[in-house]
């Protein structure tokens, strides 16, 4: 009895030990939540949700054509090209909805490069974590989207930008430390990214020993804001920080200079601010205002050797936003990632397993991006934050770096 | 006498007056507890008062299209906003050119004049084209119809501007003689909100003398009275309704310049809101009434500026300017339940029922 199921099972041994020398063995899927296959000549395919349209466009364009310079470098990978297709996340809830639906809905895409706006994010990112892709931001800095626990954070989400736990504590450090003012005013215009941002300036600015006067909301779709910024100077603050976008941002840094009592006060934004819009849409008002935004001085050198010229090639202008580094990264990280897990059939068949690909993506550790050596923590934060200030002056582009 | 009375009253109506009674006792309750406060000074209202007029101005002459437009066709325009926008963004472009040609600042009120007139002639052929191609073909089609063309034509407009400008912000460059404030009376008054205050009536006033006292303005009551009898009496119909959107489209022209004193940024999508608040606002002042429609724009304007601090600030509400839109339009509500064809419409609506 035993003798006969050790024949039987040494014949089966040797026959599944002849079999791949006969003919190649059908890829099965083990992957949890799937594979993607990718026939031979097909392109791999990647896609975008992020805003390219509107008031708020030069935030996804940049990106996006760090994306581009990125796939350009690269060539092919295992064989393959890359395929970029794309969405307008709107840089709102609703453009999120919209963008995330519609790519949840094709399951050819691998990867997709967004949200631009955090408030994308958080109405994009389940619907696209539920389809199983890797999702990457590059310009996404809300904290809680990474935060373990939170609600807001989901599987296979990750981000190359900072987290804005360390931008708002920066620029809270600027205005107490380097500008040396003890009373502070914020705005935010109810999107997720501004008032997380804000909150994270008002409180270490408090734990420094500051005061703040008020802390206002906007509408970021409004054209007055002489009543709220008249309403803000009755608390005599020194300094003003709104972290908003383009449009709001270079109306409200153009009518506080004509607000009596705040003709004097420093103006302060962050990175959804670094914008040639801005200082189009702001004019002579643009002149000492600031912004926090990822030191690009901190970047590696062939961020200026390898990555601007081909920039500049592709799209026929200087970087027009801040986050298109932190895109190239993205693109670069999931590459690699791809190269890592992709099984590959002898007739260039690709195989992709989705879960493979993402705990690929959370193990990067020490990758050599443009915009430092980044490491992925397991709930997708892979930033090597380094942030810096910058001032504006009038009929200037790009503003010139102060601080630190 | 009481049963009557008390047959009349609906459950409707009851809930209504509580609605009305809440938002009375909301407003008058927030503005003692914040004049009690005393967060702001004398200086700060006046300043707020006089942004909020400012504002209202620019949503009157926008208004008065609307009101125009609905006096005589009884339709609302609803492409309007983009009426207002189409002006103004290619004055803007027109200012850039004074300024290479060195005449901006040297001339400034040539320029002022120039660049107005631009905008007032875009903004008033746009109009009167949309009249010829959206809305004349449809004059005998059921009411709702030339609504939706106007909704569709107000997006045709917004992305031609699109494609022709870029979505980009384009910044109106400033004058010099718009710079600082003048002192009227002890009180700080910026020139640019001025110019807006004093510009809006001024136009109010021709715009309110054309249509009474001229003989175009006669033709224009008489169509808006009885399109048929006013055909009958030798009036040309199509004629005085285009004019009528000439005229509208002009003042939203100038408004738009106004506007730009006031926000100096240009952008395809700036006609949106400041359309949406001046058609509340000729619905407030009673829409198809001109004087009515200066009074509702000047109440909605003073209600955004003021109404945050004064209503909210005493209740403890944090971040009150974020619900500037959510008052003015609660005040809305209420005033609607209590005159509900606007604060001067009820005489005219009868008249025309």
């Not at chain 1, 804001?225 to 908003?244: H, R």
């Not at chain 2, 006089?50 to 609307?66: D, K, N, P, Q, S």
């Not at chain 2, 006609?271 to 829409?287: E, N, Q, R, S, Y």
Request: glycine residues 10%.
């Amino acid at each position: 009895m035993t003798k006969r199921l050790l024949v039987l099972l040494s014949v089966l041994l040797a026959v599944s030990m002849l079999l791949p020398a006969c003919g190649p063995a059908p890829y099965e899927c083990t992957d949890p939540i799937g594979c993607v296959t990718v026939a031979p000549g097909e392109p791999i395919h990647l896609a975008y949700a992020m805003v390219i349209s509107g008031p708020d466009e030069t935030l996804g364009i940049d990106s996006r054509n760090g994306l581009d310079v990125a796939v350009a470098l690269k060539g092919k990978v295992l064989g393959h090209d890359i395929q970029l297709t794309g969405e307008d996340d709107g840089c709102s809830a609703e453009g999120g909805q919209a963008a995330g639906t519609k790519l949840a809905a094709d399951p050819t895409i691998v990867a997709v490069f967004g949200t631009s706006c955090s408030s994308a994010a958080r109405v994009a990112v389940p619907l696209m974590s539920q389809a199983g892709f890797v999702i990457i931001s590059s310009s996404n800095t809300a904290p809680d989207l990474t935060e373990a626990g939170n609600p807001n954070n989901h599987p296979g989400y990750l981000r190359t930008a900072h987290n804005d736990k360390v931008q708002g504590a920066a620029a809270a450090k600027f205005a107490f430390e380097k500008m040396g003012v003890k009373k502070a005013a914020t705005i935010h215009d109810g999107s997720l990214y501004a008032e997380k941002l804000q909150a994270v300036f008002a409180d270490t600015f408090k734990q420094l020993g500051g005061t703040i006067t008020t802390q206002e909301a906007v509408d970021p779709n409004a054209t007055d804001f002489k009543s709220v910024l008249t309403s803000i100077a009755a608390g005599a603050p020194e300094f003003i920080y709104y972290p908003i976008f383009v449009k709001a941002g270079s109306l409200i840094t153009r009518q506080a200079k004509e607000v009596p009592g705040l003709e004097n006060v420093y103006l302060m934004g962050a990175d959804g601010m670094f914008s040639p819009d801005v200082a189009e849409g702001a004019g002579e008002a643009v002149e000492g205002l600031f912004v926090s935004s990822p030191d690009t001085a901190a970047f590696t050198a062939d961020y200026q050797s390898v990555f601007l010229p081909k920039y500049k090639e592709l799209a026929g202008t200087d970087p027009i936003s801040i986050f298109h580094a932190h895109a190239y990264d993205a693109m670069n990280m999931v590459i690699a990632a791809i190269e890592k897990v992709a099984v590959q059939d002898k007739d260039g068949t690709l195989h992709i397993p989705r879960q493979a690909l993402r705990d690929a993506m959370y193990g990067t550790k020490d990758f050599p991006g443009l915009t430092g050596n980044l490491t992925c923590t397991p709930t997708g934060d892979c930033a090597d934050p380094k942030i810096a200030v910058y001032e504006y002056h009038a009929g200037q582009y790009p503003p010139e770096r102060i601080w630190p | 006498m009481l049963r009557t009375w008390r047959q009349r009253i609906t459950a409707t109506d009851i809930v209504v007056w509580v609605i009305g009674l809440a938002i009375a006792v909301m407003v008058v309750y927030g503005s003692a507890k914040t004049l009690a406060l005393g967060k702001y000074d004398a200086a700060t209202w006046l300043d707020l008062t006089i942004t909020g007029l400012a504002l209202g101005g620019v949503y009157a002459l926008i208004a008065l299209g609307y009101t125009l437009v609905y006096g005589i066709l009884r339709m609302i325009n609803f492409a309007h906003s983009e009426v207002f926008m189409s002006g103004p963004y290619t004055a803007t472009f027109m200012a850039y050119a004074l300024i290479s040609l060195g005449w901006w600042n040297k001339y400034p009120v040539l320029s002022l004049l120039i660049v107005m007139l631009v905008a007032a002639v875009v903004s008033s052929s746009i109009a009167v084209l949309l009249e010829r191609i959206a809305y004349r073909p449809l004059r005998t089609a059921p009411r709702l119809v030339p609504l939706i063309t106007a909704i569709g034509a107000s997006f045709f407009l917004q992305y031609t501007f699109r494609g022709l400008y870029g979505s980009g912000l384009k910044g109106y460059p400033e004058m010099d003689i718009f710079k600082g404030f003048l002192m009227i009376a002890g009180i700080r008054v910026f020139k640019t909100q001025a110019t807006a205050i004093i510009g809006a009536i001024v136009l109010m006033l021709i715009l309110y003398a054309i249509v009474q006292k001229t003989k175009i303005g006669k033709a224009m009551r008489s169509v808006s009275e009885d399109k048929e009898v006013a055909a009958l009496m030798g009036i040309d119909v199509d004629k005085t309704i285009a004019t009528t959107f000439a005229l509208g489209g002009a003042a939203a022209g100038l408004a738009g310049i106004l506007y730009l004193l006031l926000f100096p940024v240009a952008h395809f999508y700036m006609g949106f809101f400041p359309g949406l608040k001046a058609f509340t606002a000729a619905v407030l002042g009673g829409i198809g009434n001109v004087p009515g429609a200066f009074l509702g724009a000047m109440l909605l304007g003073l209600l955004e500026s003021v109404g945050p601090s004064l209503f909210l600030d005493g209740l403890g509400i944090p971040a009150a300017y974020q619900l500037k839109d959510a008052i003015a339009f609660t005040i809305l509500v209420f005033i609607l339940i209590f005159r509900p064809s606007g604060i001067l419409g009820e005489r005219l609506t009868q008249a025309k029922a």
